[in-house]
């Protein structure tokens, strides 16, 4: 993973995300979206950007993204990803706890902005999956790709192939593949390994599977894919916490990581 010192532009626009994207099942700009979603400690950091020789703007993801900002400040892991998968070649400056990815504490972000502008950041290449439907779409997430049986606790049949190369077959509640990064979430707290940030590899897990001594693999990063054998009940896939669509049987899903957003960290301010 490179690594390379931050510069600022001559006249840094920050974009602020004050307001978290809205959950599965919640419209943008809804009474729960936005009751919930606005972050103070992002909010209240606006007022100083000034004094630091820049400029800013705030609102939500696409607001922000549309004013083309120098930089990013995004709120928790739900903003990341949506931050991440639409807008790759700008920096992202993460704030508040998000397992697997260096972060800013909520209390330390003027600090860190200011040490930013003044050339003290670092500028690292977080890797994207990307994953592909048999109809076509394609979506991006940080963290993770699943397919899991829309009802939970039921059991369906999945496969695994790398690189054309037969892995496995299964029956289980789903199938996780996860990046260094999403090895720190979900993918853990259903016993898979972590992954070193230094590896080109994906970590996958079987979800609860039926044979409770069904292995689990990293991979290359590239050339995955995960297929519906059986599906006794429906599935569904998922990219870090987005629904995207069901998955029939005798089809799969492509994924790989040959893409990368740029996240910025500064030092001391975690």
């Known amino acids: 993973m490179s690594r390379t010192a931050w510069a600022p532009e001559s006249d840094p626009l920050i974009g602020l995300v004050t307001e978290r994207p809205p959950a599965n099942g919640e419209s943008?700009?809804?009474?729960?979206?936005?009751?919930?979603?606005?972050?103070?400690?992002?909010?209240?950091?606006?007022s100083s950007i000034a004094d630091l020789g820049a400029a800013a703007v705030s609102g939500n993801l696409e607001d922000v993204l549309a004013d083309e900002p120098s930089l990013l400040v995004t709120p928790g892991e739900r903003a990341l990803t949506e931050a991440a998968s639409r807008a790759r070649a700008t920096p992202i400056l993460p704030v508040g706890t998000v397992p697997g990815v260096p972060t800013i504490d909520r209390t330390s972000v003027e600090g860190a902005l200011e040490a930013a502008l003044d050339g003290g950041a670092v500028l690292s290449e977080q890797p994207l999956l990307t994953a592909e439907t048999p109809r076509g779409r394609r979506d991006r997430g940080v963290f993770d790709v699943t397919l899991v049986t829309e009802e939970p606790a039921q059991i369906s049949e999945y496969g695994v192939r790398s690189r054309d190369e037969s892995?496995?077959?299964?029956?289980?509640?789903?199938?996780?593949?996860?990046?260094?990064?999403?090895?720190?979430?979900?993918?853990?707290?259903?016993?898979?390994p972590l992954l070193s940030r230094a590896i080109d590899a994906l970590v996958v897990v079987p979800i609860a599977p039926f044979v409770?001594?069904?292995?689990?693999?990293?991979l290359p990063d590239d050339e995955l894919t995960l297929s519906v054998e059986r599906d006794e009940d429906p599935v569904v896939l998922c990219v870090d916490d987005r629904s995207v669509e069901r998955i029939p049987a005798?089809?799969?899903?492509?994924?790989s990581a040959s893409e990368t957003s740029a996240v910025l960290t500064v030092p001391d301010s975690s």
């Open 28 to 46: 943008p700009g809804s009474a729960a979206s936005i009751a919930s979603g606005t972050d103070r400690s992002i909010v209240d950091v606006e």
């Open 250 to 255: 005798g089809e799969s899903v492509s994924v």
């Open 212 to 218: 409770t001594r069904t292995r689990q693999w990293v």
């Open 167 to 192: 892995i496995a077959q299964f029956r289980a509640d789903g199938v996780v593949a996860a990046t260094a990064a999403g090895s720190h979430g979900y993918a853990s707290t259903v016993d898979g």
